[in-house]
């Protein structure tokens, strides 16, 4: 279990950061138009494949070892953040600096998780 908390923790960071590179790339290029079913669906749609199990992963590790400074809400709140940029980030009208609030909460959610984690011998 603890083995696949870390792997999905970390392909999360990497989609993260993918979003943070879609929105300022869509930012940037304001002629950008959304290709809702082709690009939004499949990566939202695997993304939260992803982050669903993680949140499972994430909750039983919790009530498990009781990390100090994690709780099961933040679980769930880094969850829907997660869906969140992952489709706010193919969006010109996007608020970058709500954006960049979130992927920082996420990111340190994640980043604890990483650091607490210790696979049993």
């Not at 970058?96 to 996420?106: G, T």
Request: hydrophobic share 35%; proline share 3%.
């Amino acid at each position: 279990m603890y083995t696949e908390l870390l792997a999905k923790t970390n392909m999360l960071k990497d989609l993260c950061d993918q979003s943070l590179k879609r929105l300022e790339d869509v930012k940037e290029n304001e002629s950008y138009e959304v290709d809702f079913h082709n690009e939004v669906k499949p990566f939202v749609d695997n993304t939260m494949k992803i982050a669903d199990s993680w949140r499972d992963l994430a909750n039983t590790w919790i009530t498990m070892e009781f990390p100090k400074n994690l709780h099961p809400n933040q679980i769930d709140a880094t969850h829907e953040n997660i869906q969140h940029i992952s489709i706010q980030g193919f969006y010109q009208d996007t608020k970058v600096k709500r954006f960049k609030n979130m992927y920082e909460s996420i990111q340190y959610v994640l980043e604890s998780i990483l650091e607490k984690v210790t696979i049993p011998n």
